[in-house]
């Protein structure tokens, strides 16, 4: 595990050194749209003019594009291209949700295609994270470079389930004002720690989100949040889905970063994920949870940068 303690070195002076606050004030891109096999996808084309493979972003269970950070979203496009979107059935995408995370894979392959990507690096987050792994594994030749941000492997005999609770609040109705898919308690409790410090930037990154938030984009429905749990489900529990057998065949450089109090995912389920992809790095940020990315969203991007350069 040598990998991992080098890139922790690198964390902790990230942490120490980058501001909190950069990046934040950037203007934020229109959303634009694109028509492929018929599903016209919603999506926002941040850094467009930065050279180098585009990194294509696939977000979280019950989540649109004004639901990342966008202090995280203008520090990764302070150096590169990034592309957020909603697939098939979010809010402001056209068609179905698809009903399996293979189905949520070649929706994202099926969304680079059309941008005339012949190659991508990829970033998953939580659900995110499930189709990455599914779109590495399905379509080697289209990606370039990986990173798994609060996910887990695949079902197998090995992969740790979540927290007991964890999905009573997971699944909970949409905030009172009908803005986002989780009152401010439960943003917290899902996707931070619960100490002080913890807490306090969770409150930023959420006064972040809300003030980026756009009119035209609906928060996520009930029937979307059942089909993406019947998603959800079939990855992590049914060993017959064949994706855990899969990692071993990866060969694309692979990052995974986690919270050490991740609600959802142990820091043993990324040691099992870990272990089982061939060239992997890991990093863990301490007194973090679900949502590293969003506690500390420059230090976050300068470790995704490193690894993408």
């Not at 096999?37 to 649109?64: E, F, H, K, Q, V």
């Not at 496009?77 to 894979?105: D, E, L, W, Y």
């Amino acid at each position: 595990m040598t990998r991992c303690f080098s890139l922790m070195a690198a964390v902790c002076a990230a942490l120490a050194i980058l501001p909190h606050s950069a990046f934040a004030d950037a203007p934020s891109e229109p959303t634009r749209f694109l028509e492929a096999d018929g599903i016209r996808y919603a999506y926002r084309d941040l850094g467009a003019d930065n050279p180098g493979t585009p990194l294509i972003l696939i977000t979280r269970y019950r989540a649109n594009m004004d639901d990342w950070d966008p202090a995280f979203l203008d520090a990764l496009a302070n150096h590169r291209r990034v592309i957020a979107f909603n697939q098939a059935g979010i809010s402001s995408s056209g068609g179905s949700v698809p009903g399996t995370i293979k189905g949520m894979a070649a929706d994202v392959a099926a969304f680079a295609n059309a941008m005339s990507f012949e190659a991508v690096d990829i970033l998953g987050w939580s659900m995110g994270g499930f189709t990455a792994q599914a779109v590495a594994v399905d379509y080697p030749d289209l990606v370039r470079k990986v990173v798994l941000i609060g996910t887990g492997p695949a079902a197998s005999d090995h992969t740790p389930g979540p927290k007991d609770g964890v999905f009573d609040v997971a699944v909970k109705p949409s905030r009172a004002d009908g803005k986002t898919t989780y009152a401010d308690e439960d943003r917290a409790y899902l996707f931070f720690a619960d100490d002080p410090k913890s807490k306090a930037r969770a409150q930023a990154s959420f006064d972040r989100i809300d003030a980026a938030r756009r009119d035209d984009e609906p928060v996520t429905g009930h029937s979307v949040m059942q089909t993406q749990t019947g998603a959800i489900q079939d990855f992590w529990f049914n060993t017959d889905n064949g994706y855990f057998d899969g990692l071993s065949g990866v060969d694309d450089p692979v990052l995974i970063i986690n919270g050490d109090n991740d609600a959802f995912f142990t820091v043993q389920a990324q040691a099992v994920l870990f272990s089982e992809l061939p060239n992997a790095q890991l990093a863990i940020f301490p007194a973090a949870g679900h949502g590293p990315q969003h506690q500390h969203p420059n230090a976050v991007a300068e470790t995704i940068d490193r690894f993408l350069d």
